[in-house]
């Protein structure tokens, strides 16, 4: 999963598509989220670090990350999965 090359993302968690101008506003987690994405982190490296640093049921994390993940994608994000 990669975030497309048009995407940038502030330190305040601001989402900016270069493509169409569009911002959205994260809280701190998503954008921690989208930082390892960037970095190249798998899904499961992605929970793995979540989980170890927050107190957080590893279920509800899991279908957190698949929604985030899903309303990336839906908001055109992501690239295409190879």
Same mark, same amino acid.
């Given at each position: 999963?990669? =975030?497309?090359?048009?995407?940038? =993302? *502030?330190?305040?968690?601001?989402?900016? @598509?270069? *493509? /169409?101008? &569009? *911002?959205? *506003?994260?809280?701190?987690?998503?954008? $921690?989220?989208? %930082?390892?994405?960037?970095? %190249?982190? /798998?899904?499961?490296? =992605?929970?793995?670090?979540?989980?170890?640093? !927050? &107190?957080? @049921?590893? $279920?509800?994390?899991?279908? @957190?990350? !698949? &929604?985030? !993940?899903?309303?990336?994608?839906?908001? %055109?994000?992501? $690239?295409? @999965?190879?």
């Amino acid at each position: 999963m990669k =975030i497309k090359k048009h995407v940038a =993302i *502030s330190e305040s968690g601001v989402l900016f @598509d270069g *493509s /169409t101008g &569009d *911002s959205f *506003s994260v809280n701190p987690i998503a954008a $921690e989220v989208l %930082n390892l994405i960037k970095e %190249n982190k /798998t899904e499961e490296q =992605i929970k793995l670090h979540i989980l170890e640093k !927050y &107190d957080v @049921d590893p $279920e509800r994390l899991e279908a @957190d990350l !698949y &929604d985030f !993940y899903a309303h990336l994608r839906q908001l %055109n994000l992501l $690239e295409k @999965d190879e």
